[in-house]
Every structure is written in C-alpha cells, then in structure tokens.
C-alpha cells in the first residue's frame, strides 16, 4: 500500500509518525493531511531516506539542485554539494544531471545524503539519443520506472505541458517563452513528433508506475514564467488548471503529488499566483522555484529568490528550490550551494514567523536569540544562528576586547540601558 492509502485507513505509520515529532504537531494531524493530499511525505518504498513532511501546517521546506552539465562532469564534485546543501540546511536534493554517467551519478548521490532524492526523467529519457526529439514515449515510461526502481522518492513529470497550455504560448507575447528545461524538451518533442505529451495522454500510466513504488509525483511547471514580463499569463494560469486536474487523479489512485510553480514574479503578484495554485490544485503542496522578484541581479539571485520565497512562504507555498548566486550564470559551484542553501532558510524561517502550526516553534527560535543579544551571550547567539560559522568569524575577526560587538564596544545600547535600569531599581529599593 502507499503511504497515502494507509493514511487514509487510519493507519499512523512509521513515517508519519516520524514527521509529526519533527513538526511538533499531533500525530494525527499530519495522518489526515496525508489523507487528503495536503501533506506529502516522499518516500519510495526503496528507497532509505528521511521522512520529511511537506505541506499544510509543515515548516517550509528547502530543496537543492546539483549535478552535472554535458559540459561539466565531475562526479566527485556534485556528491561535495549534495553534501553540503544537506550540511546547510537542505532538507531535500535533486539530480538535475545531464552530462556523463547519468545511473552512476544518481546511486553515489543517493549514497552520500540520507534526504528524500528528486530526478527529472525526462533527461535521462533524451540522454541516449542526438536530439531531444528523437526520444520515444517508452523511452520517457522507461527512464521513470528506472529511478523508481532506483529508490528515488519524488520526480518532476511535466504533465500539464499539453496541446492547450502549447496554443496560449504559441498566441501569447512571451519573451523568454519556455526556461524550464524538461518543459522545453516535451514541447520540442511535441511539435517535432505532432502528438500529445505522453506524460499527458497517458497520464494513467505514469499515475500506475508511481503507485508501484510509492513514488511522489512533482507536478512540473513547463510554462512557468523566466522574466518578469511574462508572469502571470495565459500558459502560466492553463498549466495551472491542468494541473489540478492531474492531482485529483493521482489522489484517486492513492498517489502522493506536490505542484511545482513558477518562476519570476514581481512581488505584487506573489500572492495571486500561489492562491491560484493553492485553489485550482486542490491545496496539494506547492513547490516553488524562487519566485525570483526581478530580472536584473545575476550574481545575486539567491537573493531575488529569497525575497520571493519568504513572501510565498507566507501566502502558503510549502517548499522553496533554492537559487544560488550562480543563477542564470553558470554551473554552481560549491560555495554558490552553500550559500544558497543558507539564505534560503533564512527565507524559509523567515516565513515560518507567519505560518499556522509554525510560528510559534519559529518564534522561540528568535525569542532565544533575542535573549542571547540582550544578555551579549555570543556563544548561544552562534548557536541559533543560521550560519554560525560566519557569525562566529565576523565578531571574532574584529574583536577589540570588549564583551559586546566592536560597532560600540563600551558604548552598547544594551549595556548601557541595562546598567541604568538596575541602577534605577536600587534607587526605588
């Protein structure tokens, strides 16, 4: 049985039970979020992850890229930041890989962290042929059923990319027209071949292989919005239907799904598009790739997509990809995952102030830090810190003795506010 379909037994199973004690939140809770599709928990029946839950009263959560390029294949290198994206915070990894060893890239990937693993098949699907076009349909059934039977606990499947969402980008006035990778692949498949997506037509199929394995389905975004201009639109909002659609299927097979979305959105527009999805996907778990709030800060859109993430987070999207300062740019490196990883939680904690069944939790975190600030306790300030390495090598790089920071030194607001409050008590005493 899925995980969902035990949910919907009444069964509290080992992972959900698990996930509730991570979440601080009734056992049963988490079972009937499960049971609805509002929570998912990604975990193949082969697979040796972590339970994490995603979803309705869940912390959000963060999710890394990595892997290789056709021209860039180093192995070794990507197992670093899978490592490392998990070391800072990552609670999920996926293995974006289209260069090299794509089966032997994916095991020691899945070896190196303990975190639910996410692929997109389709690559795997157009890496054994010259063109993209040239695959087959069973070529793309093939390559899920192979990460399926790998362990892997979620794939994002472009399903929604179908011949209505292609007619509203074919009379629409995009600039950046597709920028999701397998969305591109399935449209260039499309017209090439002039038949429907068959992540689409077949769709049963693909719903049939996940129950199999209790494979997550991440519902792909292939029309999301690449530039700000294009937000909002036609193809964005029909692959929005068609995705609703495509999660009340799978819930009827027992299948866990999330919804992946856009994209560049400018931040007025944030919250119209995570309600839209919210509402048209039936509230299933939203996944989202930034959103990024402006075009114009390559070398920064970690950044960009900080912003947007923390304020989807607080509208209600579930789960935030990472971007790394290497966006738009260039393969990221190892510093570019560290650091995306870590001001994406800041995004994620961030929303998390805002959150039902969160903020709370969230709030001590800071209640803590406040405490340790006003009582210049610095090694429990590195503790809560996000990054306490960092915090740490600042205040100690710049020390001048003193037992506050170096910006005023003996002339510390607290300090000085504290002295004068308990020289005032003395006094009423």
Not at 308 to 326: N, R
Not at 407 to 428: F, H, N, T, W
Request: charged residues 25%; contains cysteine; negative net charge.
């Amino acid at each position: 049985m899925t995980l969902m379909e035990d949910a919907r037994k009444g069964l509290i199973t080992p992972e959900i039970r698990s996930v509730a004690e991570v979440e601080g939140i009734d056992a049963d809770l988490v079972r009937s979020c499960v049971a609805k599709g509002l929570v998912t928990i990604p975990k193949n029946i082969k697979g040796k992850s972590r339970a994490f839950g995603i979803g309705k009263y869940m912390s959000v959560k963060v999710n890394a890229n990595i892997g290789t390029s056709r021209d860039f294949v180093n192995i070794d290198e990507e197992v670093d930041k899978a490592k490392t994206a998990v070391e800072y915070g990552a609670d999920t990894i996926m293995d974006l890989s289209t260069g090299g060893d794509l089966d032997l890239i994916r095991s020691r990937i899945m070896d190196a962290v303990d975190v639910p693993i996410g692929t997109v098949p389709i690559y795997q699907a157009a890496a054994s042929h010259k063109t993209v076009v040239d695959m087959t349909s069973d070529d793309m059934f093939n390559a899920v059923r192979k990460h399926a039977e790998d362990g892997v606990d979620f794939v994002t499947i472009h399903s929604g990319v179908n011949y209505n969402a292609l007619e509203r980008l074919k009379k629409g006035d995009r600039i950046t027209n597709v920028v999701s990778r397998g969305g591109s692949f399935t449209i260039a498949w499309m017209i090439h071949n002039e038949q429907e997506n068959p992540f689409y037509s077949e769709y049963d199929y693909l719903v049939e292989i996940a129950k199999e394995y209790d494979l997550t389905i991440s519902l792909g975004d292939g029309m999301r919005p690449g530039c700000i201009h294009d937000a909002s639109d036609a193809p964005k909002f029909m692959e929005f239907i068609t995705l609703g659609e495509l999660v009340s299927k799978a819930r009827e097979s027992d299948v866990q799904t999330f919804v992946e979305g856009p994209g560049h959105v400018p931040l007025n527009e944030v919250e119209l598009s995570v309600k839209a999805m919210k509402e048209l996907c039936h509230g299933a778990p939203l996944y989202l790739l930034g959103p990024l709030v402006t075009d114009i800060a390559p070398g920064y859109d970690h950044i960009t997509g900080a912003i947007g993430g923390t304020l989807a987070g607080m509208y209600g999207a579930d789960f935030l990809c990472m971007t790394t300062p290497a966006e738009h740019l260039a393969l990221p490196t190892i510093d570019d995952i560290r650091e995306g990883a870590i001001v994406t939680n800041i995004a994620a904690h961030a929303a998390d102030l805002t959150r039902e069944g969160q903020k709370e939790k969230a709030r001590e975190l800071d209640d803590r830090m406040a405490h340790a600030r006003a009582e210049l306790d610095w090694e429990t300030q590195y503790e809560v810190a996000i990054d306490s390495e960092k915090a740490r090598k600042i205040r100690e790089s710049r020390n001048t003795g003193t037992d506050a920071c170096s910006m005023c030194g003996e002339l510390c607001a607290m300090k000085i506010v504290k002295s004068a409050l308990e020289e005032s008590r003395q006094k009423d005493n």
